[in-house]
């Protein structure tokens, strides 16, 4: 059975079935293989590991996004939601160009053309990117 190993100086997990004794910090400290798992589990919540005060590894709680992530990530949901009108737009605008459009299929084109527009100008809305609710899509 192999034992798992941490390094405070290296922030590094070994596992002696797999590093050798001179691939080893000398500062390590033996841990079980559930700490381990649970350790790693854990860095999918976004929680990172840190030597302890007794350098035994620890979680660290993940720290709040920043302004400019959540802005980043609202600005990539908003490119979603532009791709998805596009693709929504773009039959209704090929029956617009052929002359073959009925009255419903421009009256959603006009619908999903403020949709866009409301997307577009997110960044302007009260509380973005922290506060906010999101424009609602036309009904089909």
Known sequence: MSTILYSP????????????????????????????????????DGYQIVPGEDGLPTLQAPKPPS????????LFERDGYLRTATLRMEP???????????????????????????????EQVEGFPTDFEWPQPPQA
């Open 92 to 122: 209704l605008q090929d029956a617009i160009d052929l002359g073959e459009a009925t009255k419903a299929e421009k009256d959603a084109m006009v619908e999903w053309k403020r949709y866009r527009l409301a997307l577009n100008r997110i």
């Open 67 to 74: 302004e400019a992530e959540l802005r980043r990530r609202a």
């Open 9 to 44: 100086s290296t922030g590094a997990f070994y596992d002696t079935a797999f590093n050798s004794p001179a691939q080893i910090p000398g500062d390590v400290k033996q841990i079980s293989h559930e700490t381990h798992a649970e350790l790693i589990n854990a860095q999918g």
